[in-house]
Protein backbone atom coordinates (compact mmCIF):
# COMPACT_ATOMS: atom_id res chain seq x y z
CA UNK A 1 0.00 0.00 0.00
CA UNK A 2 1.28 3.41 -1.41
CA UNK A 3 0.66 6.20 1.18
CA UNK A 4 1.44 10.12 0.29
CA UNK A 5 3.62 11.62 2.00
CA UNK A 6 0.73 14.36 2.84
CA UNK A 7 -0.94 11.44 4.37
CA UNK A 8 1.99 10.46 6.63
CA UNK A 9 2.54 13.78 7.66
CA UNK A 10 -0.62 14.65 9.39
CA UNK A 11 -0.66 10.79 10.95
CA UNK A 12 2.67 11.61 12.80
CA UNK A 13 0.71 15.18 13.95
CA UNK A 14 -1.82 13.17 15.84
CA UNK A 15 0.37 10.64 16.93
CA UNK A 16 2.54 13.71 18.35
CA UNK A 17 -0.80 14.49 20.14
CA UNK A 18 -1.24 11.15 21.27
CA UNK A 19 2.12 11.03 22.80
CA UNK A 20 0.52 13.31 26.08
CA UNK A 21 -0.46 10.89 29.05
CA UNK A 22 -2.55 13.62 30.27
CA UNK A 23 -4.56 14.33 26.35
CA UNK A 24 -4.56 10.49 26.85
CA UNK A 25 -6.46 10.48 30.33
CA UNK A 26 -8.84 12.93 29.13
CA UNK A 27 -10.04 10.95 25.83
CA UNK A 28 -10.47 7.88 28.37
CA UNK A 29 -12.59 10.19 30.76
CA UNK A 30 -14.87 11.69 27.63
CA UNK A 31 -14.91 8.01 25.88
CA UNK A 32 -18.18 7.33 28.01
CA UNK A 33 -18.74 11.03 29.12
CA UNK A 34 -19.68 14.47 27.68
CA UNK A 35 -18.38 17.36 30.42
CA UNK A 36 -17.30 20.59 31.13
CA UNK A 37 -13.70 21.92 31.87
CA UNK A 38 -14.78 21.67 35.89
CA UNK A 39 -16.05 17.89 35.12
CA UNK A 40 -13.14 17.09 33.75
CA UNK A 41 -10.63 18.56 36.17
CA UNK A 42 -12.12 16.51 39.51
CA UNK A 43 -12.28 13.79 37.02
CA UNK A 44 -8.70 13.28 36.02
CA UNK A 45 -6.88 14.99 38.71
CA UNK A 46 -5.19 17.90 36.20
CA UNK A 47 -4.68 21.40 37.32
CA UNK A 48 -7.55 23.70 35.15
CA UNK A 49 -5.26 25.36 33.17
CA UNK A 50 -3.80 22.31 32.04
CA UNK A 51 -6.84 20.40 30.95
CA UNK A 52 -8.10 23.36 29.23
CA UNK A 53 -4.82 23.54 27.15
CA UNK A 54 -5.14 20.15 26.28
CA UNK A 55 -8.83 20.12 25.74
CA UNK A 56 -7.66 22.99 23.24
CA UNK A 57 -5.26 20.96 21.53
CA UNK A 58 -7.41 18.10 21.47
CA UNK A 59 -10.24 20.09 19.26
CA UNK A 60 -7.52 21.35 17.40
CA UNK A 61 -7.14 18.02 15.70
CA UNK A 62 -10.45 17.45 16.04
CA UNK A 63 -10.23 14.58 18.78
CA UNK A 64 -12.96 16.26 20.67
CA UNK A 65 -15.84 18.56 19.90
CA UNK A 66 -17.25 20.91 22.22
CA UNK A 67 -20.78 22.55 22.14
CA UNK A 68 -22.13 25.78 24.18
CA UNK A 69 -24.81 25.27 26.80
CA UNK A 70 -25.19 28.52 28.84
CA UNK A 71 -22.09 29.85 30.41
CA UNK A 72 -20.47 26.29 30.24
CA UNK A 73 -18.57 24.66 27.23
CA UNK A 74 -19.46 20.52 27.08
CA UNK A 75 -16.45 18.25 25.22
CA UNK A 76 -16.85 15.01 24.14
CA UNK A 77 -14.80 12.20 22.32
CA UNK A 78 -15.42 12.83 18.55
CA UNK A 79 -13.64 10.03 16.83
CA UNK A 80 -13.82 7.18 19.32
CA UNK A 81 -11.72 5.12 17.31
CA UNK A 82 -8.96 7.09 18.00
CA UNK A 83 -9.22 5.40 21.52
CA UNK A 84 -8.30 1.63 19.90
CA UNK A 85 -5.47 2.93 18.23
CA UNK A 86 -4.26 3.87 22.19
CA UNK A 87 -5.77 1.01 23.36
CA UNK A 88 -3.20 -1.14 20.64
CA UNK A 89 -0.69 0.55 21.66
CA UNK A 90 -1.30 -0.03 25.12
CA UNK A 91 -1.49 -3.60 24.38
CA UNK A 92 2.02 -3.50 22.50
CA UNK A 93 3.36 -1.90 25.55
CA UNK A 94 1.85 -4.13 28.00
CA UNK A 95 3.74 -7.22 26.26
CA UNK A 96 7.07 -5.02 26.45
CA UNK A 97 7.08 -4.46 30.02
CA UNK A 98 6.70 -8.27 30.70
CA UNK A 99 8.77 -9.41 28.05
CA UNK A 100 6.43 -11.47 26.29
CA UNK A 101 6.33 -12.16 22.55
CA UNK A 102 3.38 -10.23 20.87
CA UNK A 103 0.63 -12.84 20.33
CA UNK A 104 0.33 -11.04 16.55
CA UNK A 105 3.83 -11.43 15.77
CA UNK A 106 4.54 -12.60 11.96
CA UNK A 107 6.67 -15.09 11.24
CA UNK A 108 9.07 -15.06 8.11
CA UNK A 109 10.42 -18.18 6.85
CA UNK A 110 13.61 -18.46 4.71
CA UNK A 111 14.25 -20.71 2.13
CA UNK A 112 17.60 -22.42 2.16
CA UNK A 113 18.28 -21.11 -1.07
CA UNK A 114 17.66 -17.76 -0.30
CA UNK A 115 20.83 -17.33 1.79
Known amino acids: MKVSNALLEEAAKIYKVLSNTNRIKIL???????????TIVDNVDLPQPMVSHQLAILYRYQLVTRS???????????????LEMVDAMLGHVSHEIKGEPHPYRKTVRVKKDEF
Open 28 to 38: YFLEDNEADVS
Open 68 to 82: KQGTHVFYCLDDPHI
